[in-house]
């Protein structure tokens, strides 16, 4: 389906938006656990509360520590720019000079193919490691959130 944009700008959009968005669930894991820490205020869960807040900040720099710079460079510095993607970008305005679109329609093909393959892999290990640390960010803070009979704690 023609969306008017080629493949190359659409993938990239989607990669680099998806780096924006991991940048969000960090930005929101970080806001959570101080809130819950301020939440308890003075209370007997202040302490623990307090040690698992500077515990669970440390691993989430260090989970989201390689999102966090190709995000960074992209936002405050330049236009991230994935070498792979520009190489397929640079072959779709090779091959829109007629005299090359059937030579390079196949070599394109290919290139798009195994570029494509190799970061929706790489976005597939990310996720799992993100997905892996959500659920021991969760599985830490249950205990401060929950009692042992599934009803809130308050503080």
């Known amino acids: 389906r023609n969306l008017g944009i080629s493949r190359s700008k659409y993938f990239s959009y989607h990669y680099q938006n998806y780096f924006n968005e991991a940048y969000i669930l960090y930005e929101r894991m970080k806001l959570f656990i101080t809130k819950l820490s301020r939440s308890v205020g003075l209370s007997d869960l202040k302490v623990e509360t307090d040690k698992e807040k500077k ?26 720019e994935d070498r792979e993607i520009t190489k397929i970008t640079r072959m779709e305005f090779l091959m829109s000079s007629a005299n090359l679109r059937h030579l390079g329609k196949f070599l394109y093909e290919a290139r798009f193919r195994e570029m494509r393959a190799k970061k929706l892999k790489e976005i597939g290990n990310r996720n799992a490691v993100l997905q892996a640390f959500v659920d021991y960010y969760f599985d830490r803070l249950g205990p401060l959130i929950f009692q042992s009979d599934g009803g809130f704690r308050y503080p």
């Open 55 to 80: 515990s669970l900040l440390s691993n989430i720099e260090k989970v989201f520590s390689s999102i966090l710079v190709v995000r960074g460079d992209h936002v405050h510095k330049r236009r991230h």
